[in-house]
């Protein structure tokens, strides 16, 4: 029996930008005149793996790679533009997921976040009042797919594997959670939570 689902941020619960859905970057050499294609080459390749770890803080790699790339812009600013950009809800989601906690099931966030954009989804974004728990990456120090996430949050949350379901956009998560003892379900751009519970 599915005691607790287990769901995914970004390409399920958030989902691009707020006005299409876009990739929050999309507009970022317009918006703030700076590269987008660099930007990934420079920052996220070379440094994300370490900061969505939680062993290097964002704004400590970010900075001087700014400073090198686009000296005019500062951290602050492409971190507030990214976090505001990158917010578009999905609304019919969450009230089914409303829906299913007022039936008795737990909801929990299982992402691969650094701390400070945990900290805006859950606070910003207001996630936290929708959820009973939220284990991201930076704070457990391991990842999707890795095998210790999974087992790890299972822990965390006292309930078997096989009560949790994962609802996930990567085909590669889904497997790993199934080969820990998870039930997990693919979630796609028209899934919706009936459909997912009853496939699981």
Same mark, same amino acid.
């Given at each position: 029996? *599915?005691?607790?689902?287990?769901?995914?941020?970004?390409?399920?619960?958030?989902?691009?930008?707020? #006005?299409?859905?876009?990739?929050?970057?999309?507009?970022?050499?317009?918006?703030?005149?700076?590269?987008?294609?660099? @930007?990934?080459?420079? /920052? /996220?390749?070379?440094?994300?793996?370490? *900061?969505?770890?939680?062993?290097?803080?964002?704004? &400590?790699?970010?900075?001087?790679?700014?400073?090198? $790339?686009? %000296?005019?812009?500062?951290?602050?600013?492409? *971190?507030?533009?990214? /976090?505001?950009?990158?917010?578009?809800?999905?609304?019919?989601?969450?009230?089914?997921?409303?829906?299913?906690? +007022?039936? #008795?099931?737990?909801?929990? @966030?299982?992402?691969?976040? &650094?701390?400070?954009?945990?900290?805006?989804?859950?606070?910003?974004?207001?996630?936290? =009042?929708? $959820?009973?728990?939220?284990?991201?990456?930076?704070?457990?120090?391991?990842?999707?797919? &890795? +095998?210790?996430?999974? &087992?790890?949050?299972?822990?965390?949350? =006292? /309930? +078997? %594997?096989? =009560?949790?379901?994962?609802?996930?956009?990567?085909?590669?998560?889904?497997?790993?959670?199934?080969?820990? #003892?998870?039930?997990?379900?693919?979630?796609?751009?028209?899934?919706? @939570?009936?459909?997912?519970?009853? *496939?699981?």
């Amino acid at each position: 029996m *599915i005691r607790a689902l287990m769901v995914d941020v970004d390409g399920v619960l958030v989902r691009g930008r707020r #006005g299409d859905g876009r990739h929050w970057s999309t507009d970022l050499a317009a918006d703030l005149s700076l590269d987008p294609t660099r @930007l990934q080459r420079e /920052f /996220f390749a070379v440094h994300w793996e370490a *900061i969505v770890l939680g062993r290097a803080a964002l704004r &400590e790699k970010l900075a001087p790679v700014l400073a090198r $790339i686009a %000296p005019k812009i500062s951290a602050d600013r492409v *971190i507030e533009y990214w /976090f505001a950009t990158d917010a578009r809800l999905n609304e019919r989601l969450l009230a089914d997921l409303a829906a299913a906690r +007022a039936d #008795g099931l737990q909801v929990h @966030l299982v992402t691969n976040q &650094e701390h400070e954009r945990a900290r805006y989804l859950l606070r910003e974004l207001r996630l936290g =009042e929708a $959820i009973d728990g939220c284990h991201y990456s930076a704070a457990l120090g391991c990842r999707k797919p &890795e +095998a210790r996430f999974f &087992e790890t949050v299972a822990r965390r949350v =006292e /309930f +078997a %594997p096989a =009560e949790l379901l994962l609802i996930d956009d990567v085909e590669e998560n889904v497997t790993a959670a199934k080969t820990a #003892g998870w039930r997990a379900v693919r979630w796609m751009p028209d899934s919706v @939570l009936s459909e997912a519970l009853r *496939i699981a």
